[in-house]
Nanobody
Framework: AVELVESGGGSVQAGGSLRLSCSAQ????????LAWFRQAPGSEREGVAA????????YYADSVKGRFTISLDNSEGMLYLQMNSLKPEDTAMYYC??????????????????WGQGTQVTVSS
């Protein structure tokens, strides 16, 4: 069974940084994306970043390009999201997701059958 557990959220001021972690167990290695999504109150869940498990490609939402970095340590089963230059509009619940495919549709939450419980990120101005 796939198990995803996020951690690392918190409250920071604008311009600050946070590193989110997702302990990911039981995921497939072939044709599999691991991803970060976020959802603010009253908004739809949106894709933030994704990476294939066995490739070094990365995909980012335009709103976070150049500020966020996704990385995966398969040996430890850990997915990370380094978030720099945080803005108040980055405030949301952040979720780890697994088993999305294909990469061309990485940001569609409907493709991911497995989700973590989320970790809250709050950025104050």
């Amino acid at each position: 069974a796939v198990e995803l557990v996020e951690s690392g959220g918190g409250s920071v001021q604008a311009g600050g940084s946070l590193r989110l972690s997702c302990s990911a167990q039981g995921y497939n290695y072939k044709n599999t994306l691991l991803a970060w999504f976020r959802q603010a109150p009253g908004s739809e869940r949106e894709g933030v970043a994704a990476t294939p498990v066995t490739e070094h490609d990365t995909y980012y939402a335009d709103s976070v390009k150049g500020r966020f970095t996704i990385s995966l340590d398969n040996s430890e089963g850990m997915l990370y999201l380094q978030m720099n230059s945080l803005k108040p509009e980055d405030t949301a619940m952040y979720y780890c997701a697994a088993h999305g495919w294909p990469p061309s549709m990485w940001s569609s939450p409907r493709l991911y059958p497995h989700w973590g419980q989320g970790t809250q990120v709050t950025v104050s101005s």
